[in-house]
T-cell receptor, first 112, second 115 residues
């Protein structure tokens, strides 16, 4: 069975500092990996995905994620955090059969 | 191109009543997923449907919950004889295909409150 772990319930950073939201996964075969963001009282919005190829994936709003196959990780990063980045972030894995599994989410708080 | 539509956005039901949640996928999408999000918790998969087919319902409670995605019309998640523990946000997502690296497009959710 596939699984996703987001080891931190909460991440706090100061505005302007770099941020990292961690994600590790377990899946058979080569995965598709995704990051989504959820703002209060809204549905999830797609940020970026890893399919194959370059291990560094760039996405919306200046976010990027680094795929590390040996560590089975797909950490979300941003060089300089904004207060408006404060939200709930979900990592997801999708196997080649189409089944998606989401992590429990990490609340990012960026303080001015 | 309208996104994923869900209605109602808010639904209040008394214990024992039925709740019907509707989801219209994005145009051209034939795959629908339902998720439940409890307060302060993550997103839990419930069911995955194609038109007229349930592909994976491994996340659905065994009783009182059912889902359909008919050939015409929206997908429906039905909860019979609701209990307070059913209070949650229910999200629908759609994608064009179950194969390949397609992200899911989420609706705004239906917030169910059981009184």
């Amino acid at each position: 069975a596939q699984s996703v772990a987001q080891p931190e319930d909460q991440v706090n950073v100061a505005e302007g500092n770099p941020l990292t939201v961690k994600c590790t996964y377990s899946v058979s075969g080569n995965p598709y990996l995704f990051w989504y963001v959820q703002y209060p009282n809204r549905g999830l919005q797609f940020l970026l995905k890893y399919i194959t190829g370059d291990n560094l994936v760039k996405g919306s709003y200046g976010f990027e994620a680094e795929f590390n196959k040996s560590q089975t990780s797909f950490h979300l990063k941003k060089p300089s955090a904004l207060v408006s980045d404060s939200a709930l972030y979900f990592c997801a894995v999708r196997d080649r059969a189409g089944k998606s599994t989401f992590g429990d989410g990490t609340t990012l708080t960026v303080k001015p | 191109n309208a996104g994923v539509m869900q209605n109602p956005r808010h639904l209040v039901r008394r214990r024992g009543q039925e709740a019907r949640l509707r989801c219209s996928p994005m145009k051209g999408h034939s795959h629908v997923y339902w998720y439940r999000q409890l307060p302060e918790e993550g997103l839990k998969f419930m069911v995955y449907l194609q038109k007229e087919n349930i592909i994976d319902e491994s996340g659905m409670p065994k009783e009182r919950f059912s889902a359909e995605f008919p050939k015409e019309g929206p997908s429906i998640l039905r909860i019979q004889q609701v209990v307070r523990g059913d209070s949650a946000a229910y999200f629908c997502a759609s994608s064009p295909n179950d194969r390949g690296p397609y992200e899911q497009y989420f609706g705004p959710g239906t917030r169910l409150t059981v009184t």
